[in-house]
């Protein structure tokens, strides 16, 4: 139009474009945050209606616990069913049973997801300080109406950026326990040292006895159990007597024919 500087155009459709820009960087964010919960997931689907997720071997991982900290919820399958899966090498190394965890906001809600936000937010500003910056200056009254919209329509076009940038509500279900990072793995850490304190130490004495790859084996068993030694030696020399004078005559269950 007649009567309007360049450079209020050029103004008005930098800060435009830097609006498109902010959020295409946030879209490709999203997208790669996306791939990574499902890399983290191998494979798992969550099913929304029963706040659950399902493992490849049709096993389901319930609520564990919450991280208010870390805003996420832990799902753990049931360690036996994992310890036995004949996949589980491939899935997980604990003994407590595959975990998963799922960010109770939506996006953004990790803190490297709020710094891309973030950075999405810091381009809008610099689309809005361009034409704010123009204003300045004897400007007419057409070119100030150009320069308000646009900044009006940069500011409405950024709201979604914006209002999603503060943590929404918790919305976790009530029966979930509250528990930190640290709380939780102390908990598998000591689930795991009774576990190994429950295992037996008994051996059975109908075991052979130390062999040549390991003359230590049993070895303190009898040092500290003679009476064992001196059953074997008696038992064995009777089976030696047994065996060479023949099957030993007696009452038997057969009838003879």
């Known amino acids: 139009m007649d009567g309007i500087d360049p450079a209020v155009w050029f103004a008005a459709g930098y800060g435009i474009v830097l609006l498109l820009v902010a959020h295409v960087l946030d879209k490709l964010a999203r997208r790669t945050a996306q791939r990574t919960v499902e890399w983290r997931s191998g494979g798992f689907r969550y099913h929304a209606d029963h706040d659950a997720w399902v493992c490849p071997e049709d096993q389901w991982l319930w609520p564990d616990s919450f991280d208010p900290d870390n805003r996420v919820m832990r799902y753990r399958a049931s360690p036996t069913v994992c310890n036995a899966c004949p996949v589980k090498d491939t899935c997980t190394t604990s003994g407590n049973g595959r975990q998963i965890s799922r960010n109770v906001d939506p996006w953004p809600s990790s803190e490297a997801e709020r710094f891309h936000r973030g950075i999405a937010c810091a381009v809008v500003v610099l689309g809005l300080a361009w034409p704010l910056a123009t204003m300045i200056g004897n400007r007419s009254t057409l070119e100030m109406v150009v320069l308000a919209a646009a900044v009006i329509a940069i500011a409405a076009g950024s709201w979604p950026l914006w209002s999603h940038l503060r943590r929404s509500p918790a ?87």
């Open 171 to 257: 919305g976790f279900p009530d029966h979930v326990k509250v528990e930190a990072l640290d709380d939780t793995i102390a908990r598998q850490t000591a689930g795991t040292q009774s576990a190994a304190r429950r295992r037996t130490t008994y051996r059975s004495d109908l075991r052979p006895g130390p062999s040549a790859d390991h003359p230590d084996a049993g070895g303190s068993e009898q040092a500290e159990n003679p009476e064992h030694d001196r059953f074997a030696t008696r038992w064995g020399s009777f089976e030696e007597n047994a065996g060479d004078q023949g099957p030993l005559s007696g009452w038997s269950r057969r009838k003879n024919k």
